[in-house]
């Protein structure tokens, strides 16, 4: 089995590390105050004894306030070989002192608030509920919405709302320079460079590869997703093309 051999952190598309792990535990730990206020991008490389390498993207969001630097990773992608965190300074320096608006008075009202909502709709819930809801169709009824084809039995709309949406936006509309937007991306009209983009990433960027992590149907039903939605029309793949791009 391939054990891990060496991480590297890039930050914002610089080309030089910004940490370098050779030893264990092979863990990335990031502290706020390292990060300057905004929106980040990471990329982590880990490379293993056996000559394999895994790349992964993150962002994550960092924001100043009173002198205490919170920290969020708003994608924490799912089977990462590592652990990636960023270090919350309130388990280092202690927490503050409570805010009595905050701590005590507002949370009373708010249970107030709750208890007589609660006894609203324990007292009228019900016949509001009967009387308002009709015309209950089964489910096997319902058409799907048009411009979520996947090329096949495989559903690339919702492969792309769960791997690609937190990057490049959930109608396609990007993420500034950093993600950018597939809505009416004329590239997308070279079929060459769209299977080599999904299938092997793009070096240098925060594209994953997706080859290793989703099979030839499943990448054939992401592409056509993207290059027949929100306007676009260039065409679909197969799984055969696929297949022939690995």
């Excluded at 411009?147 to 919702?158: K, L, P, Q, T, Y």
């Excluded at 937007?181 to 990433?201: E, F, K, S, Y």
């Amino acid at each position: 089995m391939a054990k891990i051999k060496r991480v590297e952190v890039y930050v914002d598309g610089a080309t030089k590390p910004f940490k370098v792990i050779e030893k264990e535990p092979f863990a990335v730990k990031l502290h706020p105050d390292e990060f300057s206020e905004g929106d980040h991008v990471m990329q982590v490389v880990v490379a293993y004894d056996n000559g394999d390498y895994h790349e992964q993207p993150y962002i994550f969001t960092i924001a100043h306030k009173n002198e205490v630097s919170v920290g969020h990773i708003s994608r924490a992608p799912i089977g990462s070989p590592i652990e990636v965190d960023l270090i919350d300074p309130m388990e280092t320096a202690g927490m503050p002192a409570p805010n009595l608006v905050y701590h005590a008075i507002l949370p009373a009202v708010l249970f107030i608030l709750i208890l007589v909502v609660s006894g609203w709709f324990s007292i009228y819930g019900d016949t509001s509920a009967s009387d308002e809801v009709t015309n209950i169709q089964p489910i096997s009824h319902v058409q799907p919405q048009a411009g979520a084809a996947s090329g096949g039995a495989v559903d690339g709309a919702a492969l792309y709302a769960e791997n690609c949406a937190s990057c490049h936006g959930a109608n396609g509309q990007g993420q500034g320079d950093i993600f950018p937007a597939l809505a009416g991306n004329a590239n997308l009209a070279d079929t060459d460079l769209a299977l080599n983009t999904v299938i092997h990433g793009r070096e240098g960027t925060a594209m994953p590869v997706w080859g290793d992590q989703m099979n030839d149907e499943q990448i054939a039903a992401v592409i056509n997703y993207i290059r027949s939605a929100w306007g676009n029309d260039f065409g679909s793949v197969t799984p055969e093309d696929v297949a022939a791009k690995r």
